[in-house]
């Protein structure tokens, strides 16, 4: 088989920045996705619906004219978010979901959520109004070693919130782990996850090969090698509970290659061809559609998109860099040449 096509595909997490640096980004998820999920972790955060608002028409002001891609808007959540705003926001269809980050977990979390009891109130709304919340699911307690974030945070968290909110709509974003793959398959149809392509292609070791590589630093950090079996058995395996969120996170090059770098990988420019190797390595490119195109929609009750995108097997060149001096942005497989391309 030496072309592919399937039904136009979502991105259900990503990171597509403001500025000067969505300038730069947001075309490359344009180009590979109908419509995606946009992360609310700006600096000050996105948190009420006039502020989503406002990032929405930035982000259409940073794509050409005409462009079809739709941005999905997420309020982030605080201990003093509004309930009656993010209802009115999801009712009028600005909103599609709010996103809980435990406070310094990661990038721009710090107004995120220390007691998670304090944003009950705002579940109960949500849970009744079937809008759903999307989790970085990982303790940020200082005690619990960092690849332990993940299975902690279910086990202490994930389990009392649902026990709490039973009906509400789950993602939990990016997993990394068995813990999670576990979790996600042992819980009812309203709880599902997402899982990016390089937490499918890379585990813990590629940090550390030779040197410090801080292109591979990502949060959640890569586990071992059996948690990235596990990840990948349940991305390819044709269940509808685990979708495609690409959590395409870029930093400038100086703010990665540093002394404290920041934690992302900017993998929007060649997603889909990252996880059409890792379906092709597995035999089951049959099941890329549902992943990437069917699973995510229909679990946020969105319609499928209508058209198709064609990947061919004939080599995506992936540059080392984007951007030029202190704008430039490394991408994920920065100079590889990948089996797959995105051709339309
Ligand atoms: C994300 C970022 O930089 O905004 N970083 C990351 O490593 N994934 C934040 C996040 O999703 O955790
Ligand atoms: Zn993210």
Redesign the pocket.
């Given at each position: 088989m030496d072309s592919l096509i399937i039904r136009t595909p979502d991105d259900f997490h990503v990171?597509l920045r403001d500025g000067g640096m969505l300038g730069a980004v947001a075309v490359f998820t344009a180009r590979q996705f109908g419509r995606a999920i946009v992360?609310p972790?700006l600096e000050p955060p996105v948190i009420t619906t006039e502020q989503a608002l406002d990032y929405k028409s930035r982000i259409a002001a940073a794509l050409p004219a005409g462009s079809a891609f739709v941005p999905l808007m997420t309020s982030y959540l605080t201990e003093d978010s509004d309930s009656d705003d993010i209802e009115r926001g999801f009712v009028e269809g600005v909103l599609t979901a709010c996103k809980l980050y435990p406070a310094g977990?990661?990038?721009?979390s710090s107004r995120g959520v220390r007691e998670i009891e304090k944003v009950y109130p705002v579940l109960a709304v949500m849970e009744r109004i079937g809008m759903p919340l999307l989790i970085?699911g990982e303790v940020t307690d200082p005690e619990i070693d960092i690849f332990d974030r993940e299975a902690v945070f279910i086990e202490r968290i994930l389990t009392k919130l649902i026990a709490a909110f039973p009906a509400l709509k789950i993602v939990l974003e990016?997993i990394t782990t068995s813990d999670g793959v576990g979790f996600i398959e042992a819980s009812g149809g309203n709880i599902a996850a997402t899982i990016t392509p390089h937490h499918l292609e890379f585990n813990r070791n590629a940090m550390f090969q030779g040197g410090f590589r801080p292109h591979f630093y990502?949060?959640p950090i890569a586990k071992r090698e059996s948690h990235r079996l596990a990840v990948r058995r349940a991305a390819t395996s044709g269940s509808a509970k685990f979708f495609l969120g690409t959590?395409s996170?870029p930093?400038r090059q100086g703010a990665k290659e540093s002394a404290c770098g920041?934690?992302?990988?900017f993998n929007a420019p060649c997603a889909l061809e990252s996880y059409a190797k890792t379906f092709e390595e597995e035999n089951a490119l049959h099941h890329l559609e549902a992943f990437a195109s069917v699973s995510g929609a229909t679990f946020y009750g969105l319609p499928l998109n209508e058209g198709t995108i064609t990947l061919e097997r004939s080599g995506c060149d992936i540059p080392f860099t984007y951007g030029e001096g202190a704008d430039a942005v490394v991408p994920f497989h920065a100079g590889e040449t990948l089996a797959w391309k995105l051709i339309s």
């Open positions: 990171h992360m972790n977990a990661t990038t721009n970085h990016h990502c949060l959590d996170a930093h920041c934690a992302g990988v």
